[in-house]
Structure formats: structure tokens, C-alpha cells
Antibody, heavy 118, light 106 residues
Framework: QLQLQESGPRLVKPSETLSLTCTVSGGSIRGSRYYWGWIRQSPGKGLEWIGS???????YYNPSLKSRVTISVDTSKNQFSLKLTSVTAEDTAVFYCANVVSGGFDSWGQGTLVAVSS | DIQMTQSPSSVSASVGDRVTITCRASQGISNWVAWYQQKPGKAPKLLIY???DLQRGVPSRFSGSGSGTFFTLTISSLQPEDFATYYC?????????FGPGTKVDI
């Protein structure tokens, strides 16, 4: 069974870079059935798609974040990562990684709350 | 971006009730809709994909329908564990977008 786990700093200072890693177990990132993505949820608010990538293919970002976000992949470690630059308090959120099957986010990590504060 | 709207924003229901949540897309998206259930402090759980396909392990009391711009999620007989917030999501085109959610409570 596919399992995903987010990791990274829980507190980031304003104007700095938020960095998170998603470690996948129970399956390979390179598996052709899936593509992968990051989603966030601000406290008490709804869900926002950040970006997705196709292994060996393209990466797509939310235009609202595109200038600040980068998703990268390390297939040797079965991990993918998120970097969000120039963060503000509005970037405080629970960040999730997930795989995508038939357009739906199937397996999710447990989520990690990242607070932006000085 | 494709906007997703949901109604109602909240619904009060009882165990055994039939509950229907609607989701509208700002433009036609064929059947590229997924539905999720989220409980406090937990990640969303995929219930339905491709508008009407039940995700493995999801009880059959959940069903989805619709195409184009109008979609519904129905819980045929509400169970205590179904009290949660439900979201729709379009997967027709990037950026993927979610509805604002419908809270189902007692």
C-alpha cells in the first residue's frame, strides 16, 4: 500500500524559503500509473492545489504561486520536494503531498503544519 | 481558472438521512470531478473519482453523478462516521481547483 510522509521545518521566517520533502513508500515514484502533487490548506480554510509533476515528464504549478514555487524529484530516494520562496504569513498552512490517479488525489501524507512567523 | 462552487455550505442531518451535495463548475469539465471527505485534523480521503467511480474501500452508500458543469455527491443513509466536510475538485485542467466545502453535521 502506498504511503507518503511529509517532512521539513515547521517554522519559517517571513521572506525566507519553505522547504518540504515527501517520502514515498510502498511504490515507486517512477511508476507510470501515478503522477504526484502538493496541496495546502490554510487554517480553517479550503484546499489549494500547489503543483503536480509527471515522472519523466512535465511539472505544472498553480499560477497564483508559480513565480515562487519549485517541485523537484529524487527518484533514487523515492522522494519529491517543494520549495516556496519569499513566504509571508499568508503561506501558513498544512501542506500535503499526494499521488494522483484518474484525476483524484488518492493516497495522502498526514500533512505538516508550517507556520510563517518571525 | 475553473471555479468550483458547492451547495449547501453546511447541512444539518440525522443518522439515516439521505444527503445530497451539489458542485458546479464554471465551465464544462466532462466527468473530471473527484469528491473528498475530510475530518478535523486529518487529510482528505478520496471517495469518488471521474464523477461517479467509487474509490476502493469506500462504502456503497456514497455515490456520485453528473457531467459537464453540474455534479452531485449523495450519501444514501448517513452514518455517524459520515459527519465531516466534503469537497469537490476538478481535474479537467491545471490548475486543479477545489470547491469551498460542505460541512455535514448533526
Amino acid at each position: 500500500q502506498l504511503q507518503l510522509q511529509e517532512s521539513g521545518p515547521r517554522l519559517v521566517k517571513p521572506s525566507e524559503t519553505l522547504s518540504l520533502t515527501c517520502t514515498v513508500s510502498g511504490g515507486s515514484i517512477r511508476g507510470s500509473r501515478y503522477y504526484w502533487g502538493w496541496i495546502r490548506q490554510s487554517p480553517g480554510k479550503g484546499l489549494e492545489w500547489i503543483g503536480s509533476f509527471f515522472p519523466g515528464g512535465n511539472t505544472y504549478y498553480n499560477p497564483s504561486l508559480k513565480s515562487r514555487v519549485t517541485i523537484s524529484v529524487d527518484t533514487s530516494k523515492n522522494q519529491f520536494s517543494l520549495k516556496l520562496t519569499s513566504v509571508t504569513a499568508e503561506d501558513t498552512a498544512v501542506f500535503y503531498c499526494a499521488n494522483v490517479v484518474s484525476g483524484g488525489f488518492d493516497s495522502w501524507g498526514q500533512g505538516t503544519l508550517v507556520a510563517v512567523s518571525s | 481558472d475553473i471555479q468550483m462552487t458547492q451547495s449547501p455550505s453546511s447541512v444539518s442531518a440525522s443518522v439515516g438521512d439521505r444527503v445530497t451535495i451539489t458542485c458546479r463548475a464554471s465551465q464544462g469539465i466532462s466527468n473530471w470531478v473527484a469528491w473528498y471527505q475530510q475530518k478535523p485534523g486529518k487529510a482528505p480521503k478520496l471517495l469518488i473519482y471521474a464523477a461517479s467511480d467509487l474509490q476502493r474501500g469506500v462504502p456503497s452508500r456514497f455515490s456520485g453523478s453528473g457531467s459537464g458543469t453540474f455534479f452531485t455527491l449523495t450519501i444514501s443513509s448517513l452514518q455517524p462516521e459520515d459527519f465531516a466536510t466534503y469537497y469537490c475538485q476538478q481535474a479537467d485542467s491545471f490548475p486543479f481547483t477545489f470547491g469551498p466545502g460542505t460541512k455535514v453535521d448533526i
